[in-house]
């Protein structure tokens, strides 16, 4: 998978990217991340990207001539263009998996007031919101995109069993509860049908635990599932 990230602050990306699965994902070649200046596609000494909107308003609006040759350039045969905005769909475990199937994604960070609507229009193929709340651009929405999509591309947790079990994976449950060693500690007891080697059992309570967490937690979870 290739992942092309758009965005006025390239620097914000450097140690998330550095760590963990993201770049074990990196360097084995599973997955190639590049980190674009939006500034190198405008056409003037001053690398202007916004400019005040159109019959007034508070802020600056992101210009679409820059973020177009960005685009231009970047897209390929088997591109998904993906803008990060409050106002897209919020993104979900299910969007996740769609996105980790995808060769090639062109990921573009919104910035101080919104962006024109002439991108939405017709730069991009989809808007994704993170949820209900506005933070100061799209780049932390984005790694959080890339991080929960990387970690689904096959091969980069080793055993595809790690992704079927978690929370949002099976249906709308979220995951039942983990224990490990040790089985007692200051009296704090794991489950006795953990410790019983019983598998058809421990199902069977991993699944009641779920369920049973799920009610307690995100009871809206459940009600999608009756609809």
């Not at 998904?80 to 980790?100: D, E, H």
């Not at 080697?197 to 991993?206: D, S």
Request: aromatic share 8%; glycine share 8%; proline share 5%.
């Amino acid at each position: 998978m290739k992942i092309d990230i758009v965005t006025l602050f390239p620097e914000m990306f450097k140690g998330p990217f550095d760590q963990s699965i993201i770049k074990r994902a990196c360097d084995s070649g599973l997955v190639q991340i590049e980190i674009h200046n939006l500034r190198k596609w405008t056409n003037n000494k001053r690398q202007t990207v916004d400019n005040r909107p159109f019959g007034g308003g508070v802020g600056m609006v992101m210009m679409v001539e820059p973020i177009d040759r960005a685009v231009q350039q970047l897209r390929k045969t088997e591109t998904r263009v993906i803008l990060m905005t409050p106002q897209g769909k919020p993104f979900k475990q299910k969007m996740a998996f769609n996105l980790s199937k995808e060769k090639h994604l062109v990921i573009i960070c919104g910035h101080y007031e919104g962006v024109d609507e002439r991108i939405r229009q017709y730069l991009v193929d989809e808007e994704i919101s993170i949820g209900d709340y506005v933070l100061t651009g799209g780049e932390i929405p984005a790694m959080v995109i890339i991080d929960s999509v990387v970690r689904l591309v096959p091969g980069c947790l080793g055993k595809a069993e790690a992704v079927e079990k978690e929370s949002f994976s099976d249906g709308n449950l979220l995951e039942y509860p983990q224990y490990t060693q040790p089985a007692d500690y200051k009296a704090w007891k794991v489950p006795e049908v953990l410790l019983s080697g019983n598998h058809q059992r421990i199902e069977i309570w991993r699944r009641e635990e779920a369920t049973k967490r799920t009610a307690l937690r995100r009871p809206d979870l459940l009600r999608k599932n009756k609809g």
